[in-house]
């Protein structure tokens, strides 16, 4: 059925925005983005993203906050990065807990901070994320607490993450 909803936004487009949910939005935004049987239109994707994510649709706050963070938007915009990764992250979403993480772990437009970005990590290891465990897991090694880096590489791995994989049987 939502594969059926998404095929007739992309088709009638023009007229069904207002009845597309987040994620009708998101995918004509992935399209717009590829180029994929429509013109490429980054500046269409931004904004059929945006609304995705206003939607509540995590994704495509997430997608938005990657766009301005790598410059995949018209401009790198660190400040908008976090903002959208923020969104994602209010709406429990484990990829939105990473994104932010990451943001506090390099000190991307926000000073470093390694409390704040272990706390993101965990609470997407705790929905079951490999890699916010694996994360997780390379901050408390960091910070040298072993035990507690040996029992989130050892749950990442458990969850399929390789490199939690290898961190676990090189015994960090």
């Known amino acids: ?3 059926l909803i998404l095929v007739i936004c ?3 487009s023009v007229n069904v925005y ?8 998101f995918y004509l935004a992935t399209l717009h983005y590829g180029g ?3 013109k490429q239109d980054i500046n269409k994707a931004i904004e059929l993203f945006n609304k995705s994510c206003e939607s509540g649709y995590s994704k495509g706050c ?3 906050g990657l766009m301005y963070e790598y410059g995949i938007a018209p401009e790198t915009d660190y400040n908008k990065a976090i903002k959208y990764y923020s969104k994602a992250h209010d709406n429990e ?6 994104n932010l993480g990451s943001m506090y772990y390099q000190g991307k437009s926000i000073e470093k901070n390694f409390e704040k970005a272990l706390a993101l990590f965990k609470k997407a290891c705790d929905l079951g994320n490999s890699t916010g465990c ?3 897991a390379d901050v408390y090694t960091i910070t040298k607490d072993i035990d507690a880096s040996k029992v989130l590489y050892n749950k990442a791995c458990n969850l399929g993450n390789i490199y939690g994989c290898l961190k676990n049987k090189k015994g960090i």
Do not use: Q
Request: aromatic share 14%; with cysteine.
């Open 10 to 12: 992309l088709l009638f």
């Open 1 to 3: 059925m939502k594969r």
């Open 134 to 136: 694996s994360f997780a």
């Open 62 to 64: 997430n997608t938005l």
């Open 36 to 38: 994929l049987g429509v």
């Open 93 to 98: 979403d484990a990829n939105g807990y990473i």
């Open 18 to 25: 207002a009845k597309c949910e987040g994620e009708g939005f």
